[in-house]
Structures are given as C-alpha cells and as structure tokens.
C-alpha cells in the first residue's frame, strides 16, 4: 500500500539553526512529490513539486530534494515567520494524492 | 489570477442535520478534489471531480457526496451529521498541465 511518512512530528529551532525534514514514500510509480505549508486554521499552501531522483528546488530559505525512496525539506537560517506545518504529499496515480500527517516546527526568536 | 475560494468559511451544526459546502476552483482549473482534516488522522482525501465526473473516490461513508457543475464549481453535501464529522473541510483545484493542487482556505464545520 502506498505510504507517506514524515519525520519528525513537531521541530523546534532556533531562529538562524538550519535543519531538514524528511518525508519518505513507498508508491508503485511516482507522479509527483508535493511540498506545502500550512498555518493554523488555513488552507496549505503549495511550496513544491518535484517529479524525479535528483530534483532539486530553493525558494528563498527553503530548498527541496527527492530520492527514490524519500526527498527533504532543508530550511537555512529559518526565522520565526517559518513557523508552521509542513505537509509532503505524493501522487501515484492521475487522481490519488496521498499526504503525511506533517511535521510542526516552531522557531523561536 | 485569484485563487480558490470556499463557502462559507466557518459552520456550525447540530447532529442530524446536513450542510453543503461550496468551492469555486481557479480559473481555468477542471479538477476539484475535497479533502478532510482533523488532528487526529491528517488530509484525507474525500473525492475528486473532473468534468462534471467523479473520478476517485476515498474511503468515507455514503453520507458524504459530491457534485460538480459545468462552470468546475463544486459542492460537497454531509448528510445525517454526526460529532466526529466536526473538520476542517478543503477544496483544491488542479489544471490540465500539471499535477500541483491549490487549495483554499478551507470551511471549518463543527458539529454539536
């Protein structure tokens, strides 16, 4: 069955203290990896989307990666706007999306 | 462009009673999807359409339906609510060309 696991559950940095989260998938055959945000009480908002092992996408303190097997969501020098949860989502079939159940993070000043 | 727009924004029911949710998607966009999301179990997808068409379906009870019109409008309906149906209730639209979808802001129904 495919699956989507994301790690850690809830994050804490401090503000300027790079990380990574991590999303891990098993499909049959990947259409496409999605990245979004979403703040509380809101509609995600999309980030990413990444299609291919080796893809690689940065819009300003974020940059996204995929493998075969996982892709991950680096932050550099995250600030307390970053705050938020980060939801990856992957898409095996033309009408089945499948999301993680998120990772919180929380930056402090 | 705007984006996709949900109505209303905010609900509330008693149990047994049904509600109807609306979503217009982006302009240009044919596929809507609706999704559920509680603290507990995440996005779960409830059901995309496509043209008019539902294409997907995801593992909910008949009480939850949908519709599309011709406009890429959709509605989902709720019937017989029940407590555990209190959620936040998203729409996301996708186009044609690429896979991405859009979601709005969401109809957060509570259930009494």
């Known amino acids: 069955e495919d699956q989507v696991t994301q790690s850690p559950e809830a994050l804490r940095l401090q503000e300027g203290e790079s990380s990574s989260l991590n999303c891990s998938y098993t499909v049959s055959g990947l259409r496409g990896l999605f990245w979004y945000r979403q703040d509380p009480g809101k509609g995600p908002e999309f980030l990413f989307t990444?299609?291919?092992a080796g893809e690689e996408k940065e819009k300003e303190r974020l940059k996204a990666t995929l493998t075969k097997k996982e892709s991950f969501l680096h932050i550099t020098a995250p600030k307390p706007e970053d705050s938020a949860t980060y939801l990856c989502?992957?898409?095996?079939?033309?009408?089945?999306?499948?999301f993680g159940a998120g990772t919180r993070l929380t930056v402090k000043p | 462009k705007a984006g996709v727009t949900q109505t209303p924004r905010y609900l509330i029911k008693t149990r047994g009673q049904q509600v109807t949710l609306s979503c217009s998607p982006i302009?240009?966009?044919?596929?809507v999807s609706w999704y559920q999301q509680t603290p507990g179990q995440g996005l779960q997808f409830l059901f995309e359409?496509?043209?008019?068409?539902?294409?997907n379906k995801g593992n909910f009870p008949g009480r939850f339906s949908g519709r599309q019109f011709s406009n890429s409008r959709s509605e989902m309906n709720v019937s017989t609510l029940e407590l555990g149906d209190s959620a936040l209730y998203l729409c996301a639209s996708s186009s044609l060309w690429e896979e991405t979808q859009y979601f709005g802001p969401g109809t957060r129904l509570l259930v009494l």
């Open positions: 302009s240009g966009h044919r596929s």
């Open positions: 990444l299609y291919s």
């Open positions: 359409y496509f043209s008019e068409t539902q294409r």
């Open positions: 989502a992957v898409q095996a079939t033309a009408t089945d999306m499948r």
